[in-house]
């Protein structure tokens, strides 16, 4: 017998196949605040869980930001788990202390938080698969933030439908839709008022800048935003395929490095050099942190213009070196640490050499000249001076310049 769905739900039904987002039989977590949107997607995957055989379950964060809502929030969710019959996972977090702790905004952390726990969830109580309640609107007010901030090709791709485990089943579905939705059925939901606060930017956008592009004669700004992250996305894609493929046939593996031949890095497009740069700091050096456009444009110019045996150290662990027309990816110098004093003898340095230190009373110019020399002020004697491979923000001031 075939199962009778709403309008709304048969077309997520037929989105989650089309896009492969779900198998059946799997346990799902759904990331449920009590808003129209976390409280519409429900309503949808209580519909298609019996033909999928879902078991569902719901995870609340209150993330203590404002005192009166949020207690009638987690009473909401409590409630409506109670009258489905649902498991209701539930985890209270102070946002403002660990934005103090951490040093970042309001919203920051509170999407830190908030996944943090949501993959604790997903480890304990064996989810397969998170979902979220991003619609429609939501990816165009997003591609609009990042197209206002500078952001980049993969920036503009927007909130993509799946990563790992969290998928985002609602993306093609407007908040006009979600409101007909729940009115039709005469569901509930609580109102989040900080939505209509315009301290954030994202709320201003919503509030204040799309209605201004509407009124000017752009009135599907959320339905054309969100169609180009989804063009670019599937770009993105397909680019990302064809980066894979010259990645594995560009990087080898040789004893314990890593190397490449600069002349057919050369040749490929200049967004794909980056992103294969990209792939060696994630992929071999390991890298946590963001690398920056101008980081890569740094470590392009050394591959391109260096000068054999010339040194670019990253992450203190690693460093590029340039071997005639291949680049080498090393394991960098370790880091030492002497104390030296006028009567030092010469010290022999894994990885280094012969390093030596005596004090003379005027600089030869001769001398200044010799890469193997270098001239300190007299106060380093007696004191610790650390051998190190160069990271970035170091900085240093040679002599007579400012």
Known sequence: MKTKYSKLAKQIHQNIILNNLFSENKKILIAFSGGRDSVFMFNIFQELKSTWGWELILGHINHSLRDYDDEKESEFCKRIAKKNG???????????????????????????????????????????????????????????????????????SGIPQKRGKIVRPILNISREEINQYLSNIKNEFMEDSSNSENIFLRNKIRNEIFPFIKDNGFANIETNLSKSAFS??????????????????????????????KNELQKLPSFVIDEILRLIFVRLIKTKRHISQNEITQLKYFIFKSEPGNIYPVENTYQFV?????????????????????NNKSLEIKNIGIISIKKVNKIKTERYSNNNYEYFNVDIFNKKMYIKSWENGDKMEPFGME
């Open 232 to 261: 670019i996305s599937s770009a993105k894609v397909a680019l990302n395929y064809f980066i894979e493929k010259e990645f594995i046939n560009l990087v080898e593996k040789k004893d314990d490095n890593y190397q490449f031949k």
């Open 86 to 156: 649902i498991k209701l996972l539930e985890k209270k977090v102070d946002v403002i202390k660990y934005s103090k702790e951490k040093g970042l905004s309001i919203e920051e952390s509170a999407r830190e938080l908030r996944y943090n726990i949501f993959n604790k969830w997903i480890k304990e109580f064996n989810i397969d698969y998170l979902i979220t309640g991003h619609q429609k609107n939501d990816q165009a007010e997003t591609i609009a933030y990042r197209l206002f901030t500078g952001s980049g090709f993969v920036g503009l």
């Open 322 to 342: 340039v071997d005639r027309e291949i680049i080498v990816i090393s394991k960098g110098i370790e880091e030492y640490c002497y104390k030296f004093d006028e």
